[in-house]
């Protein structure tokens, strides 16, 4: 039976969906170009939150597969695509926060 591995980010200042959408079809493209054995495979799209009066858009990771440490190690390269994103785009350190890693 797969696994399937879970992991939310969340961006505290409202970031523009575009962007969103721009970092997901990001993520996607360079975690396939690693070479995602195909067994696996990397599900990435757009979530929006809430929580005590704060909310805003984040991203959520799934990676499904038969091995927990190989799920690990995907779910590691996409997380630093979005934060060498977030380099790149100026944004800093407390705009976002990056949630456990849970498998199922």
């Given at each position: 039976?797969?696994?399937?591995?879970?992991?939310e980010?969340?961006?505290?200042?409202?970031?523009?969906?575009?962007?969103?959408?721009?970092?997901?079809?990001?993520?996607?493209?360079?975690?396939?170009?690693?070479?995602?054995?195909?067994?696996?495979?990397?599900?990435?799209?757009?979530?929006?939150?809430?929580?005590?009066?704060?909310?805003?858009?984040?991203?959520?990771?799934?990676?499904?597969?038969?091995?927990?440490?190989?799920?690990?190690?995907?779910?590691?390269?996409?997380?630093?695509?979005?934060?060498?994103?977030?380099?790149?785009?100026?944004?800093?350190?407390?705009?976002?926060?990056?949630g456990?890693?849970?498998?199922?």
């Amino acid at each position: 039976m797969p696994k399937i591995g879970c992991r939310e980010i969340y961006f505290v200042k409202a970031m523009q969906s575009r962007k969103i959408d721009f970092l997901i079809d990001r993520i996607k493209s360079v975690v396939k170009e690693t070479g995602i054995p195909p067994e696996y495979d990397i599900r990435v799209y757009k979530n929006v939150y809430a929580c005590c009066g704060v909310g805003g858009l984040g991203v959520v990771i799934e990676v499904v597969g038969p091995e927990e440490e190989k799920i690990r190690a995907i779910d590691l390269r996409a997380v630093s695509k979005i934060l060498e994103f977030c380099e790149k785009e100026g944004y800093e350190v407390g705009y976002h926060t990056v949630g456990p890693h849970d498998v199922v």
